[in-house]
């Protein structure tokens, strides 16, 4: 864990985040805290997904899902819970 500026980096925050209809769901896998499921989906309506919804979600390591967090916190997404 590192903090930068008053804010802690570094560990992966479960929860969910959301930019412009984007949302990104974090959550530890099977209670396994080395491993985080990652669930991303777009609401539709938009030319890009035809005015469909679509999601995936894949698992991966903790260190990847805090690189992860970072850039979505970099890109602007704010955590909704």
């Known amino acids: ?3 930068i500026k008053g ?3 570094g560990i992966a925050i479960t929860g969910a985040f ?3 209809g984007h949302s990104v769901i974090l ?3 099977k209670n396994d805290e080395t491993q985080i499921k990652i669930r991303e ?3 539709g309506n938009s030319w890009q997904t ?3 919804n679509w999601s ?3 698992v991966v390591p903790t260190y990847d899902a805090i690189e992860e967090q970072e850039k979505l916190l970099k890109h602007g997404y704010q955590r909704m819970n």
């Open 27 to 29: 959550q530890t896998w």
């Open 1 to 3: 864990m590192k903090t």
């Open 18 to 20: 959301e930019l412009e």
């Open 50 to 52: 035809h005015g469909k």
């Open 7 to 9: 804010k802690i980096t």
């Open 56 to 58: 995936t979600s894949r």
């Open 41 to 43: 989906s777009y609401r």
